[in-house]
């Protein structure tokens, strides 16, 4: 396990000049433009020079929650004019949005922190630009996912990203089923309290080797990348309370396993540990019981009543 600290949560200091000649042209603000604007995820000063134009000059912004944003908007001396934009007004506010925008209004929506569409129902919105034809242009900048993928350790060549898992259990049960032979780096994004509980989902379906970072205040003065395996992470979880917002990064399933899987998926555990013996003539049955739990991602005590079981049925 290890653990980094960065920065201090701070105001930005002095900003780049946006305005120069041939940058303001491709920055200047059109009319009937929705902006996606990233937002800072916990330190005020990634919040981007061109962000801040965008802000400053768009006719209103859409907001996740406004009394956030008020803040933010503060802090940088911001002050257009603000309509919420979240998850249980969305239909009725996404239409509005669109009909001010295309009687040539331009709008900035910003979420709490991150970028706008990303797990937060921006992506509403910008679906039903696309549909009415309104442009969209993205102001990119801060996200969690990638920032933490980052500092995972893990590849970050290949990676999936399947932001919250339902709290539906079946919903949730299928996710983890169709995930546990995902060979790419998986993202997940969790609140502190219901953190166990999918750790503990996690090694169920992943099982205890499977490497992942628990990635916690992100930008925040008490930022933390926790690198371990996920049996370690649920014995710490059970004496450490969660604190702060997670990204999850799982390393994925070990190459080779998938293709293993397939052949196996046939066999029951205890001709599986047979078929083992069979490859492997110098093991113990015992070896082979544990090979065969590591490889299925069970307990070695499942393997073993499953061949005592086969056993008995044979006498
Ligand atoms: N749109 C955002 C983005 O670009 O990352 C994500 C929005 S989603 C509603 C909020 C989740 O993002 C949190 O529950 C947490 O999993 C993750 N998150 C946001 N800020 C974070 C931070 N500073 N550190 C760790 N995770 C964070």
């Not at 916990?42 to 996740?64: C, H, M, P, Q």
């Not at 049955?285 to 005592?308: C, F, Q, T, W």
Request: glycine share 6%; net charge negative; with cysteine.
């Amino acid at each position: 396990m290890s653990s980094i600290k960065t920065h201090e949560y701070e105001k930005p200091g002095i900003l780049p000049d946006v305005e120069d000649a041939g940058k303001e042209e491709k920055n200047r603000i059109e009319p009937s433009t929705l902006y996606l604007v990233a937002t800072p995820i916990g330190n005020l000063a990634d919040l981007s020079a061109r962000a801040l134009k965008v802000l400053s000059g768009v006719d209103f912004i859409a907001a996740e929650d406004t009394r956030n944003s008020t803040k933010l908007l503060s802090c940088f001396d911001i002050h257009r004019p603000l309509v919420s934009y979240f998850e249980h007004n969305k239909r009725q506010r996404g239409e509005e949005i669109v009909g001010r925008l295309e009687r040539g209004e331009c709008c900035a929506l910003i979420t709490d922190a991150g970028t706008p569409a990303i797990s937060d129902p921006g992506e509403d919105l910008v679906r039903l630009c696309a549909e009415r034809g309104i442009r969209v242009i993205s102001v990119p900048g801060c996200c969690a996912a990638i920032t933490a993928l980052t500092l995972s350790g893990l590849p970050t060549g290949r990676f999936v990203f399947e932001g919250f898992l339902s709290t539906q259990k079946s919903e949730r049960r299928c996710r983890l089923e169709a995930l546990k032979t995902e060979e790419r780096t998986i993202i997940f994004y969790e609140a502190p309290h219901k953190l166990r509980a999918t750790l503990a989902d996690f090694l169920a379906y992943f099982g205890k080797d499977r490497p992942i970072a628990l990635c916690r205040e992100l930008t925040k003065r008490n930022e933390e990348a926790m690198r371990t395996t996920l049996g370690c992470a649920v014995e710490y979880y059970d004496t450490h309370d969660p604190r702060g917002e997670y990204v999850l990064i799982v390393g994925g399933c070990p190459t080779g396993t998938v293709q293993a899987l397939a052949e196996w998926s046939e066999m029951t555990p205890a001709q599986h540990v047979e078929a083992y013996l069979e490859e492997h003539p110098e093991a113990k049955k015992l070896d082979a019981i544990k090979a065969v739990a590591k490889l299925r991602g069970v307990s070695r005590n499942e393997i073993y009543r499953a061949v005592l079981d086969a056993e008995d049925e044979l006498e």
